[in-house]
Every structure is written in structure tokens, then in C-alpha cells.
């Protein structure tokens, strides 16, 4: 629906103000409105995912390295933490991270049961009873529990 709106703003535009031509505004709605659909189709294909619950069945931490190019001879380290989750279904899905990107493995604990909002791509731990930190679902960022809206996206905390 908004895809509408500069294909059909951007020529009407064209036509009132002297100073953009007609052709150049078509072309502008165009390309703006082509862009937007591009990036709709992608939420829609994210969201159109199934959202599936789970339990935090292991978590473990391990030390890696990987050769940054073929011609640099010396190997970077990191560390890789990696969270399985047992669904509803019996399928394992995994969360990976690395080096201090580490959020859902520090915030996630074995036996803790999640929902996975495939919108957003976040994780929502059922019982945040004894936690301090709350992780916006929306934006991902770490909000103090006692908070009702984010700080950065002002949007519901999941509670």
C-alpha cells in the first residue's frame, strides 16, 4: 500500500511544482517506490516464518580462529558461544555468537523456555522474574526490567 504513495506523489508532485519536471519525478517515484517494495518483500518473507517455543537445552563456549585473508599469515582468535534450543517439535535450533555480541548467551540460562518472534528476530524468555535487564523484542535493546516501554524505540516491553 505505501509502495502507492511515491509512485503516485512523485508525478502528481511533478506536475504542480515548476521546479522538478515531470519525467524526473517519475522516475523518482519510480525507483523509491521499487526500493520500498524490494524491502517489504523481505519483512513479509521474515515474517512470514513460524514463530515455535522452545527450552534452552545446552550452552557452551568455545575458542576459535579463522585467517582473515588469504595473504595475512597470522590467524585472528574469538570466541564463538553457542546456545541450543529444543523446540516443541523436538528440532534443535541454535543461536551463535561472537566475542562481546554474546547477549542471548549471557541472558539465556539451560532450562529457561523462550518464544522465538520471527518479525523481529528476537528471542522472549517466559519467566524474567529474576532478571534485571529485559531485551526490547522490537529494537533488541537491553532495557532495565522495571521499565513498561523501551528507552530507545519507546515501544511495550514483553513482560
Known amino acids: 500500500m505505501l509502495t502507492l504513495v511515491p509512485l503516485i506523489g512523485f508525478p502528481v508532485a511533478g506536475l504542480l511544482v515548476e521546479n522538478l519536471p515531470f519525467t524526473e519525478a517519475v522516475v523518482i517515484g519510480v525507483g523509491i517506490a521499487l526500493v520500498m517494495f524490494i524491502v517489504n518483500l523481505f519483512a513479509l518473507r521474515r515474517a512470514s516464518r513460524p514463530m515455535w517455543e522452545g527450552v534452552v537445552e545446552?550452552?557452551?563456549?568455545?575458542?576459535?580462529?579463522?585467517?582473515?585473508?588469504?595473504?595475512?599469515?597470522?590467524d585472528s582468535t574469538y570466541i564463538e558461544y553457542t546456545t541450543v534450543i529444543r523446540t516443541q517439535d523436538g528440532k534443535k535450533k541454535t543461536i551463535v555468537e561472537k566475542d562481546s555480541g554474546n547477549h542471548m548467551y549471557d541472558y539465556l540460562s539451560v532450562g529457561d523456555r523462550v518464544r522465538y518472534h520471527p518479525a523481529f528476530g528476537t528471542y522472549e524468555k517466559y519467566d524474567k522474574s529474576k532478571d534485571r535487564i529485559i531485551y526490547c523484542n522490537v529494537c533488541s535493546m537491553m532495557n532495565p526490567i522495571k521499565n513498561d516501554r523501551c528507552k530507545r524505540c519507546d515501544n511495550l516491553l514483553f513482560k
Open 58 to 74: 545446552d550452552k557452551t563456549r568455545k575458542e576459535r580462529s579463522e585467517r582473515r585473508s588469504s595473504e595475512d599469515s597470522n
